[in-house]
C-alpha cells in the first residue's frame, strides 16, 4: 500500500488547535482521557520519581505528557522523525510536555556520540522551545531530558519488591533449559523447578546477584505470572539479567541489568507519561506492561493511574532501510561516506541532503497514525513535501551542471567590442518581488548545459541545433532559441574535438531581442535555456544524488540489501553557477531553474572559496511507477 501525497498547494497553515487536524486513534484516547480526566488528579514532583515523591509535589501542570524513548545506540533515522514529530506535537497540542529520554539501560552498545547527535537532531526538528518549555516553571529553562540509566536503583527496589510480594524468583535452570520449558504458540511451558522458591530465598539470591556472587548468565530474576499463558509474553518473563559490563553512566556500580520490557514501563511510570505511545511490535508487551505497573501501583511504589501504552503501524518508505543494524553495516563497510552521507535515511544525512525539518514534519503528519503495520509510504511524498516548503520559499538561480561554451560570434558587431558585458536581472523568488533581483552578466561566451546541443535534432527538441541539410539537399537554419533573462540566439554551428564531441557551440546573437524589452517577443522561440557568463560565473561542484537502493523495498523477503544498492546512487560534477551565488552559506537552499532543489553542503561548502551544492530533489517528481 502506498500512500499519495495531497497535491501541491494545499498544506495547511501549520496549526497548535488540536481540533483543526485530522484525527486518529491516538487524539481520540488523549481527548477522552482529558475529558473523563483520567489524569487530572496526578501530581507532579517537578521531576521523575516515584509514587511519593510525586504526590507530595504540585498538581501536574502538564494535561499530558508523552515521551520520545530513543536507545542511544545509532543515528536517528526517518521513522524516528515520525514517532518525534508524533509525540511532541500531540504533546504540544493537548497542553503538555514531551520528555526526551535515552533509554541506556543497555550497558554494552552505548555512547556519547548518539546521545549528542540524538539530542542535537530534536533540537533541529523544532521541539527546541518545547523541551525547555516547563508549565510547572515557567521562564526556568528545565529540559525535560532524561536517562533511564538514572533509574536503576528504583528499578531494584521494584525488583525486591516483587521478590516480597512473591510475584517474581530467581531462575537458575540453563539457557536452553529455559526455551525449552517456555513452550510455545501451540504448547503451554513448563514451571521452572526454581519457581517454589520462597520470597526469603530469592530475596537472599537476588542480593547475591546483585553483589556480583554469581557469574554472568549463572541465574535470572523473572515475574511469577502463568507458564501457561496464550500470550508467550507472560511466561514468566526475565526481569533482570547478570551481565559484568561498565555502563556510561553507572560505570561498574552494577553487575546485573534490567530487561527491557521490566525497565520501560517503569521508565514511562517514574516519569508520569500519560500516553505511551510505540510501534506494533509491542502489542504483545502491553499486557505485561499493565501487570507490571498494575503491581507497583498496589505497592505504592508508584502513583495511580499508570501510564498507558498504545501502538501504531510504524513508518516505513519506499527504496530505504531503517533498520539500526544495517544502517550501521552501509557506514562500517563504507557503501557510503559516514553515518551524514546525504544518501542516508539518517536525519543527519537527510539534514545534510539538504532536507528541512519543516519538510520532515510535514510528511511524518501526513504518512498518517494507524493501528495497521505493514504499510509503505512512497518516497515521493517525502519529495513532494520538500518542494512544497521550499517553492514559495527559497530563492532562485541559474546553474550550469555539465558545462558546455557557447560563443556569440556577431557579439563585437552588435555592442561594439568583444569585451563588452551586457547586464541582466532576474527576480530572485518570481512570486516575491520583495526578495528583490539577482544581477548577471551576458558576455561574448557563456555556459550553457551540454544537453542543450544536438548536432541532428531528435523529434520534439527545441534547444540547440545547427543548420540541418535534407537528403535533397535543402538546407533549413539553425535552432532560435532564448537565453534566459537575455537575449534571442540562432545557433551556426559547433567545434568538435577529434572524437566529434562539441567543445564549443556557436551562435549569433539577434538584436533588440532581450527580455523585458519592447522588441523581446519580435522573434519567436520554442526553446529557452539557462545559462552563466563566462566572465562572472562561479565554479562550483555538483553532488547529484539518485535513490540508494535500485528496489522499493531492498531487504524484502530476506534479501540481502546490499545486492541491490544503486551503483549510480552519487555522481559528482564539475561547473558553474550565476555570481549572486559566490557567497551562499552552509545549509542555504536555492531552486536552480529547470535543474531543482539544491542546497549549499554544510561540511564542503567554503563561501567565496569553494562552491559544493548537493541536489536534494529534481523539480517534478521522477519515483513515478
Ligand atoms: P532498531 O530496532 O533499528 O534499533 P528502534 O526502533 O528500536 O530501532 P529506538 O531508538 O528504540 O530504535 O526507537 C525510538 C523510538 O522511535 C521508539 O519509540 C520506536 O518505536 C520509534 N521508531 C523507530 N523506528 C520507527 C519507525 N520506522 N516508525 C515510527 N517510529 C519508529
Ligand atoms: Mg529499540
Redesign the pocket.
Known amino acids: 500500500m502506498s500512500s499519495k501525497p495531497s497535491s501541491a498547494g494545499t498544506t495547511p497553515a501549520p496549526a497548535d488547535n488540536a481540533a483543526a487536524k485530522p484525527s486518529n486513534f491516538l487524539r481520540h484516547a488523549i481527548e477522552q482521557d482529558l475529558e473523563q480526566g483520567t489524569y487530572a488528579q496526578r501530581r507532579w514532583g517537578g521531576q521523575p520519581g516515584d509514587g511519593p515523591s510525586h504526590a507530595a509535589g504540585m498538581p501536574d501542570p502538564a494535561k499530558v505528557r508523552m515521551r520520545?524513548?530513543?536507545?542511544?545506540?545509532?543515528y536517528?533515522?526517518?521513522?524516528?522523525a515520525?514517532?518525534?514529530w508524533?509525540?511532541f506535537s500531540l504533546a504540544k497540542e493537548y497542553g503538555g510536555v514531551c520528555h526526551l529520554r535515552f533509554?541506556d539501560t543497555n550497558p554494552e552498545k552505548e555512547e556519547q556520540e548518539y546521545v549528542d547527535s540524538?539530542r542535537d537532531t530534536v533540537r533541529w526538528l523544532g521541539w527546541d522551545h518545547h523541551l525547555a518549555d516547563d508549565p510547572a516553571r515557567p521562564g526556568v529553562a528545565q529540559p525535560h531530558e532524561y536517562f533511564a540509566s538514572d533509574y536503576f536503583d528504583f528499578m531494584y527496589r521494584a525488583a525486591e519488591y516483587l521478590v516480597e510480594a512473591g510475584l517474581a524468583y530467581v531462575d537458575e535452570q540453563t539457557p536452553e533449559e529455559m526455551r525449552a520449558n517456555r513452550g510455545d504458540f501451540g504448547k503451554p511451558g513448563t514451571d521452572s523447578p526454581f519457581r517454589t522458591r520462597t520470597p526469603a530465598e530469592n530475596l537472599a539470591r537476588l542480593r547475591e546477584m546483585r553483589d556480583g556472587q554469581l557469574p554472568d548468565g549463572a541465574a535470572v530474576l523473572r515475574a511469577k505470572i502463568d507458564m501457561a499463558s496464550p500470550n508467550i509474553n507472560m511466561r514468566d518473563p526475565t526481569l533482570y539479567r547478570i551481565r559484568r559490563a561498565t555502563h556510561h553512566n553507572t560505570g561498574d556500580k552494577w553487575c546485573i541489568y534490567p530487561m527491557y520490557t521490566f525497565a520501560h514501563p517503569i521508565e514511562d511510570a517514574l516519569e508520569q507519561i500519560t500516553h505511551s505511545?510505540?510501534?506494533l511490535?509491542?502489542e504483545d508487551q502491553r499486557p505485561f506492561y499493565d501487570w507490571l505497573l498494575q503491581k507497583l501501583c498496589e505497592g505504592g511504589l508508584l502513583q495511580s493511574p499508570p501510564p498507558h501504552q498504545y501502538e501504531?503501524?510504524?513508518?516505513?518508505?519506499g527504496h530505504v532501510i531503517?533498520?539500526?543494524?544495517?544502517?550501521r553495516q552501509l557506514v562500517e563497510e563504507a557503501h557510503v561516506n559516514g553515518w551524514d552521507d546525504p544518501r542516508m535515511p539518517t536525519l543527519v544525512g537527510l539534514r545534510r541532503r539538504g532536507y528541512t525539518a519543516e519538510a520532515l514534519n510535514l510528511f511524518a503528519e501526513r504518512s498518517g497514525v494507524t493501528k495497521i503495520g505493514g504499510a509503505w509510504t512512497d518516497y515521493a511524498a517525502l519529495e513532494a513535501a520538500l518542494r512544497e516548503t521550499l517553492d514559495p520559499a527559497v530563492p532562485r538561480a541559474m546553474a550550469v551542471i555539465e558545462p558546455l561554451k557557447l560563443v556569440i560570434d556577431n557579439w563585437a558587431d552588435v555592442f561594439g567590442s568583444d569585451t563588452h558585458v551586457d547586464p541582466c536581472q532576474a527576480p530572485v523568488h518570481p512570486h516575491h518581488p520583495e526578495m528583490g533581483q539577482r544581477h548577471f552578466n551576458l558576455g561574448k561566451e557563456v555556459w550553457i548545459e551540454r544537453t542543450d546541443y544536438e548536432d541532428v535534432p531528435p523529434k520534439g527538441f527545441f534547444r540547440l541545433f545547427p543548420p540541418q541539410t535534407a537528403a535533397d539537399g535543402t538546407v533549413t537554419p539553425g535552432s532560435k532559441v532564448r537565453l534566459k533573462y537575455g537575449y534571442v540566439i540562432e545557433c551556426t554551428g559547433a567545434i568538435k574535438d577529434e572524437a566529434g564531441r562539441a567543445i564549443s557551440v556557436r551562435a549569433t546573437l539577434i538584436k533588440d531581442t532581450k527580455s523585458g524589452t519592447p522588441g523581446a517577443d519580435s522573434v519567436k522561440v520554442k526553446g529557452v535555456i539557462t545559462w552563466v557568463g563566462a566572465g562572472d560565473a562561479k565554479a562550483a561542484e555538483f553532488r547529484l544524488y539518485d535513490r540508494l537502493f535500485t528496489e522499493e523495498q531492498p531487504d524484502a523477503g530476506g534479501r540481502d540489501f546490499l545486492s541491490v544498492i544503486n551503483p549510480n546512487s552519487l555522481t559528482v560534477e564539475q561547473g558553474y553557477v550565476e555570481p549572486s551565488l559566490a557567497n551562499a552559506q552552509p545549509e542555504e537552499r536555492f531552486q536552480f531553474e529547470r535543474h531543482g532543489y539544491f542546497v549549499a553542503d554544510r561540511h564542503d561548502h567554503q563561501p567565496g572559496a569553494k562552491l559544493v551544492f548537493n541536489r536534494i530533489a529534481g523539480l517534478k517528481d521522477s519515483w513515478g511507477k
Request: glycine share 8%; net charge positive; aromatic share 8%.
Open positions: 520520545f524513548p530513543p536507545e542511544p545506540n545509532g536517528l533515522h526517518i521513522g524516528h515520525k514517532s518525534i508524533l509525540n533509554d540524538i505511545v510505540c510501534t511490535e509491542f501504531f503501524g510504524r513508518l516505513n518508505v531503517t533498520s539500526k543494524r544495517k544502517l
